[in-house]
């Protein structure tokens, strides 16, 4: 069954570093997500990817924040200079192009920001 | 503003006992609702949706979910629990405000399963 996969699968970085987030979806997905979840809190949407575009953010989706589709497999989120509040884990999810399809969430990236 | 409530943090239940995971939400028109589980060091698993027609939906590993519209509940339930039934359980809505082509999920905070052997 097809997977969606996120590497690395635990990232440590210190405050201030540029850290790279990477999944692979589902290859005949088109749609592609970044959420995030703080350690006993709820998941939070951060940005949705379509057509090789934002189609939305949320408001935590600031400027430290950036998404890529480099090629044609790979779906990356950068966070340009990493705060502690960015620990977290962050899971990449993707979707068919039904509007009534789920979504298929990877298995996360722990982010811990010394 | 939608929103998801999971009440309760924690449910436990004896093996082959029914089991239920309460979810109730709040969206301006009619909501896209899904149930999702997180085993341990696993990705969010989708489990089943509701969209539209039956209120009892169907969907992955014996699970169902039934959607009342005048409680505004989407409850999780399963009639009969195995110790591989414990995780992290998700209820989430679809973000109705969302532009076409989005589809953002708004999540429960989860709630922690555990089948008691």
């Known amino acids: 069954e097809p997977e969606v996969t996120q590497t690395p699968s635990h990232q440590v970085t210190q405050m201030g570093q540029e850290v790279i987030l990477r999944c692979v979806p589902i290859s005949n997905h088109l749609y592609f997500y970044w959420y995030r979840q703080i350690l006993g809190q709820k998941v939070e949407f951060l940005v949705s990817f379509y057509n090789n575009e934002i189609s939305e953010k949320s408001e935590i989706f600031d400027d430290q924040f950036s998404v890529e589709r480099p090629d044609g497999s790979n779906f990356t989120l950068k966070i340009r200079s990493t705060k502690l509040e960015d620990s977290a884990m962050y899971f990449c999810a993707s979707r068919m192009s039904s509007g009534r399809g789920g979504q298929f969430f990877g298995p996360g990236t722990r982010l811990t920001v010394l | 503003a939608q929103s998801v409530a999971q009440p309760e943090d924690q449910v436990n239940v004896a093996e082959g006992n029914p089991l239920t995971v309460k979810c109730t939400y709040s969206?301006?028109?009619?909501?896209?609702l899904f149930w999702y589980v997180q085993y341990p060091n696993r990705g969010l698993q989708f489990l089943l949706k509701y969209i539209t027609g039956d209120n009892l939906v169907k969907g992955s590993y014996g699970f169902e979910a039934e959607f009342n519209k005048s409680q505004t509940s989407f409850h999780l339930k399963k009639p009969s629990a195995l110790v591989s039934d414990s995780a992290l359980y998700f209820c989430?809505?679809?973000?109705?405000?969302?532009?076409?082509?989005?589809?953002?999920?708004?999540f429960g905070k989860g709630t922690k399963l555990s089948v008691i052997p």
């Open positions: 989430a809505v679809r973000d109705l405000t969302s532009g076409a082509g989005s589809y953002q999920l708004t």
């Open positions: 969206v301006s028109g009619n909501p896209y």
